[in-house]
């Protein structure tokens, strides 16, 4: 009987001190998160943007479309 009672408690006692250590899901939380995702999105799509015009550059605006047959 003891084994089917731990098998289904959690790991983590759910007394207040694990309440207060948890993270609360505030409006103002949600709004900080959105504005660190967006900037990350922005230099996320900003570093492959230029990645993808290097290349453009380097290998087919000056015509080096050989640039395997060293």
């Known amino acids: 009987m003891d084994d ?3 098998k289904n ?5 759910s007394g207040p001190e694990s309440e207060a250590s948890s993270l609360e ?7 900080i ?4 995702f967006r900037i ?3 230099l996320e ?3 492959l943007g230029f990645i993808i015009y290097d ?4 290998y087919i605006v ?3 479309l050989d640039w395997w047959k060293k």
Do not use: M, W
Request: charged share 25%.
């Open 4 to 6: 089917e009672k731990t």
């Open 9 to 13: 408690e959690p790991l983590v006692s």
């Open 25 to 31: 899901f505030t409006p103002k939380r949600a709004k």
């Open 33 to 36: 998160l959105g504005v660190f």
């Open 40 to 42: 990350f999105t922005i």
């Open 45 to 47: 799509f900003g570093f």
């Open 55 to 58: 290349l453009f550059r380097k």
């Open 62 to 64: 000056t015509g080096n």
